[in-house]
């Protein structure tokens, strides 16, 4: 939908998006410890990017947020740190995990290389 809607409005979509990884390292953890953690780390997202931001899981451990790319992503990539943290150590049994790697992952110029990047990072 964004590379349609960016073709037809002569735009890209590279330039306009990103998208905010948040990778937590679940490896010492299993069943429902591993699934809360989860959980509460794409509420946190969902709470800091509320307005109409796209949360999907890439993977077993990884997050993300498809946003625009703008000068308030380095503030709310801040705040959703803060609020996965704070999430995360409300619950004592969850107070032992790392806080998550947070990054950017630059959209490629086509749909089809976009999904082999994302493809990639499902597997890590």
């Keep these: ?4 809607a960016a073709a ?8 306009d998006y990103v998208l905010l990884r948040a990778a937590i390292n679940l490896n010492d953890m299993a ?5 809360t953690v989860m959980i509460l780390t794409a509420d946190a997202l969902r709470k ?4 109409g931001e796209t949360v999907a899981c890439l993977g077993p451990s990884t997050l993300a947020v498809l946003t625009e ?6 503030t709310r990539a ?5 609020e996965i943290i ?8 969850l107070r ?9 992952v630059r959209l490629q110029p086509t749909y089809a290389e976009s999904c082999a990047v994302l493809s990639t990072i499902s597997r890590s």
């Excluded at 037809?8 to 330039?15: F, K, M, T, Y």
């Excluded at 801040?78 to 803060?82: D, H, P, Q, S, T």
Aim: no cysteine; aromatic share 8%; glycine share 12%.
């Design 1 to 4: 939908e964004l590379y349609r």
């Design 8 to 15: 037809r409005a002569g735009r890209s979509v590279p330039g």
């Design 31 to 35: 069943g429902w410890s591993r699934l």
């Design 48 to 51: 800091v990017f509320d307005g």
């Design 69 to 74: 790319r703008d000068e308030q992503l380095p």
């Design 78 to 82: 801040v705040a959703v740190r803060r």
């Design 86 to 93: 704070a999430q995360l150590y409300g619950d004592r049994q």
């Design 96 to 104: 032992n995990v790392q806080p998550p790697s947070l990054g950017t």
